[in-house]
């Protein structure tokens, strides 16, 4: 099985920061892609920011130059770094990753999502 955790979510005030991260663990052969969402109330899950295996980076262009997405391979683990950060950033912040792993004799490619993190930007 595989499991992604989540972590440091939480309220700041504007123009503070924050550092979520989302370990993958189980039998875990390769990860690709991971990627980082966000849904606010009322509003659809969307895109925040994504790097490939190879550290390729890519964002919305809401979080350009404020939030930075990174990967450590040797642990599994993606993080976003999130620097002032405004009211309109609160949301529940989803990590998502597309990887290989080991189940029942076969290899598989599936995505996982996390269990989801509450950020709160307010005064």
């Known amino acids: 099985q595989v499991q992604l955790v989540e972590s440091g979510g939480g309220l700041v005030q504007p123009g503070g920061s924050l550092r979520l991260s989302c370990a993958a663990s189980?039998?875990?052969?390769?990860?690709?892609?991971m990627g980082w969402f966000r849904q606010a109330p009322g509003k659809q899950r969307e895109l925040v920011a994504a790097?490939?295996?190879?550290?390729?980076?890519s964002y919305v262009d809401s979080v350009k130059g404020r939030f930075t997405i990174s990967r450590d391979n040797a642990k599994n683990t993606v993080y976003l770094q999130m620097n002032s950060l405004k009211p309109e950033d609160t949301a529940v912040y989803y990590c998502?990753?597309?990887?290989?792993?080991?189940?029942?004799?076969?290899?598989?490619?599936?995505?996982?999502w996390g269990q989801g993190t509450q950020v709160t930007v307010s005064s």
């Open positions: 998502k990753t597309d990887l290989k792993y080991y189940s029942g004799g076969y290899y598989r490619r599936n995505d996982y």
């Open positions: 189980g039998s875990i052969f390769s990860i690709y892609a």
């Open positions: 790097i490939t295996s190879g550290g390729n980076t």
